[in-house]
């Protein structure tokens, strides 16, 4: 039986490698995706429901502006008999057409079905930060995340080994409010 953090594993890996076959081991066919975006660095729809067009959505589209994406989950992976479960995330990437560097923060909000094998119901994706970076960025931005336990990593891990930069304060501000204590 698949655990639930193997199935956040599962998406993360389909977003950030354009492997939208994998999103089926994950998502349900009715699933809802809902996103709430608060910065106009990134759009998205606000709902996408079912397999087909949250694949499309967050894949399929996603990588085809996007590349070397790095997602992770600022916690500890959940239990498998979760049924709910929400983290803090971070993500970089750069712009296939710019090569621009994103990198942002938020929250997600699972809730999974427990059919014969569990899979997501419904996700919230909140992106709170999205900093838009020059070139002159990405070796360092991509050092850094490359460097991080993924896809689990705690928010003071990816906060320490952040580049300083005044470009990167939105999103260090984020980690630093994320980081337990």
Same mark, same amino acid.
């Given at each position: ?54 694949t499309q959505t967050l894949v399929r589209r996603f990588s085809s502006e996007n590349e070397n994406v790095?997602?992770?989950? +600022?916690?500890? *992976? @959940?239990?498998?008999? $979760? %049924? ?5 995330? =971070? ?67 990816? +906060?320490?080994? *952040? @580049?300083?930069?005044? $470009? %990167? ?5 984020? =980690? ?6």
């Open positions: 039986m698949t655990g639930v953090a193997d199935i956040i594993s599962t998406y993360i890996l389909a977003k950030d490698n354009n492997r939208p076959w994998l999103m089926q081991r994950a998502f349900s066919e009715r699933a809802r995706l809902e996103m709430d975006v608060r910065t106009d660095a990134i759009a998205f729809p606000s709902v996408a429901v079912g397999l087909d067009e949250i790095y997602t992770f989950c +600022l916690t500890k *992976a @959940p239990t498998d008999d $979760a %049924l709910q479960f929400t983290c803090n995330w =971070l993500v970089g990437m750069t712009r296939k057409e710019t090569g621009e560097v994103r990198v942002g923060c938020g929250s997600y909000a699972w809730t999974f079905l427990n059919q014969p094998e569990p899979l997501v119901g419904a996700l919230k994706i909140t992106i709170e930060v999205m900093e838009l970076l020059d070139q002159h960025h990405t070796h360092s931005i991509m050092r850094w995340l490359s460097a991080l336990p993924y896809p689990w990593c705690p928010a003071e891990a990816a +906060l320490r080994g *952040a @580049p300083r930069s005044r $470009a %990167l304060a939105p999103v260090t501000d984020f =980690l630093a409010q994320a980081v337990p204590g």
